[in-house]
């Protein structure tokens, strides 16, 4: 069961069998499972900064791993954002290169 912010411990999250990034980064790290493609992933904070909150019974599209807290929840969940649900002008400049990055392999694809 998760934890009040949502966070999942190991034998949770390996039972949900999404994808999971380790060490919890969004630009660096190793996923263990397929990273979900042409999308950013946010944690639910970020979401409702960005103007597209996460919706009741939304289910996460992967996991990040943090060894930060000091208990057995060290999963956070991420959503699923695409190019146009969000607030352009709310992203910071880590999440605008990588939003950049999906669109142009959108079209990349979409040419080929």
Not at 40 to 63: F, I, M, Q
Not at 90 to 106: G, K, P, T, V
Request: aromatic letters at 10%; a negative charge.
């Amino acid at each position: 069961m998760p934890n009040a912010k949502g966070w999942l411990d190991r034998e949770e999250v390996l039972a949900t069998r999404k994808p999971v990034l380790v060490p919890g980064d969004h630009s660096h790290g190793e996923w263990k499972g397929k990273r979900p493609e042409n999308c950013l992933l946010l944690p639910k904070s970020r979401c409702a900064e960005y103007g597209c909150p996460v919706e009741p019974g939304e289910l996460p599209a992967a996991y990040g791993y943090t060894s930060k807290p000091n208990d057995l929840y060290r999963y956070i969940p991420f959503y699923a954002r695409y190019p146009g649900m969000l607030d352009y002008e709310a992203l910071d400049a880590e999440y605008l290169r990588q939003l950049e990055r999906i669109i142009s392999h959108e079209h990349e694809s979409h040419a080929s």
